[in-house]
């Protein structure tokens, strides 16, 4: 072809030959030999498509799964600044708690002051005559004045209405006409104190140690948990051949745990759980513990404020982490909502009548 080009190109001239026409060269033979050996069969193709496919897929896979660790690791470094907060607001707490057992402290030593009063009064009891005035009248101060501190140092109701009933059962002993102002005047305040409703302290102190040792078992919503990647192969394990079946074990293998890894069914019934890792739910249990020891102490003081508080945030957290299906769950939720319904702020009154008639009575019998 490339002669008949060359020939028609050049310029025509008299000793020339004439250019050879297409019809006088022979037509290139088909070599039936060399298409048989280039045909491919259709279905190595196809296992080749597939076998590509099937590795862009891993790949692919491979790729989407590490963005996905990414993201939770980024979560996680979020929960961490809730945590680090968290322990902020314990270390404020432990600094309150600190405070409060100063204080509760103090009302020990003045129960325990109390404590030593009573016993005096007990030996003042064996030791002064009952038929004298002085006697009588000395008994009756130290009850009223135990009475009055159980009210103002503890709040404790039922040993003030003991001390006052011991109080009138001397008078009414005595039998002296003399007395009868001072007994009017302890009566009303003993029908003061027989009104308050009835707190039961030791019981609701109980039923709180209760929800804290409980609270270690209550089981989580939901706990990150991911592979370890030190485990995957042996660190001191030699890198197989290639083409050896123990490399193609640990490839499938390989293969398989990340493709299980890829899928993880679990039922929640709240749209949006709170995701902790399980070095987290150790605070968090810690933090809800002092918030309960917090609400023991307000319980003591009767502070119905921060005892109210501190109950309904222990609720909040608890509906919020832990599982609300497990009976457990449901039992301590159960029993804090009763705890904080509980009116524990009772305004007690003060013994100032029956104070006034003592003080009145003594300053009769003074000598002018």
Do not use: C
């Amino acid at each position: 072809m490339n002669d008949e080009i060359n020939a028609q190109s050049l310029p025509p001239s008299s000793g020339a030959l004439p250019p050879a026409t297409p019809e006088s060269s022979p037509p290139p033979a088909s070599s039936p030999a060399k298409t048989g050996q280039s045909g491919f069969s259709p279905w190595l193709i196809v296992a080749v498509a597939a076998l590509g496919l099937t590795g862009w897929q891993w790949m692919e896979t491979r790729d989407r799964l590490a963005d996905t660790q990414q993201e939770i690791a980024k979560r996680l470094t979020e929960s961490d600044a809730v945590v680090n907060e968290s322990l902020a607001l314990a270390g404020q707490a432990q600094k309150q708690l600190t405070a409060l057992q100063g204080k509760l402290g103090e009302l020990e030593g003045r129960l325990a002051e109390s404590k030593s009063q009573q016993e005096l009064l007990g030996t003042l009891y064996q030791n002064l005559a009952r038929g004298n005035d002085e006697s009588v009248l000395t008994e009756i101060e130290q009850s009223v004045t135990l009475a009055s501190q159980q009210l103002q140092l503890a709040g404790n109701v039922p040993v003030a209405i003991l001390a006052l009933e011991t109080a009138d059962t001397r008078l009414a002993d005595s039998n002296r006409p003399q007395f009868i102002n001072l007994r009017k005047a302890l009566t009303r305040d003993l029908e003061r104190l027989r009104a308050l409703p009835q707190l039961d302290i030791p019981g609701l102190y109980l039923r709180l140690e209760d929800v804290i040792d409980a609270i270690d078992t209550l089981p989580l919503t939901i706990i990150a948990r991911f592979p370890d990647e030190n485990q995957a192969a042996p660190p001191d394990a030699a890198p197989s051949p290639m083409l050896s079946p123990e490399y193609w074990r640990a490839l499938a293998t390989d293969f398989w745990q990340d493709f299980r890894g890829l899928l993880r069914i679990q039922r929640i019934d709240r749209a949006e759980p709170a995701l902790l890792s399980p070095g987290q739910d150790f605070f968090l249990r810690e933090n809800i513990k002092l918030r309960l020891l917090d609400a023991r102490l307000a319980l003591f003081a009767h502070d119905r404020q921060t005892y109210q508080k501190e109950l309904h945030l222990v609720s909040a957290w608890i509906e919020r982490y832990f599982d609300g299906s497990e009976k457990t769950v449901q039992n301590s939720l159960q029993a804090l909502r009763q705890l904080a319904a509980t009116e524990i702020n009772t305004e007690l009154p003060n013994l100032n009548e029956s104070l006034s008639a003592l003080k009145r009575f003594r300053a009769e019998k003074e000598p002018r």
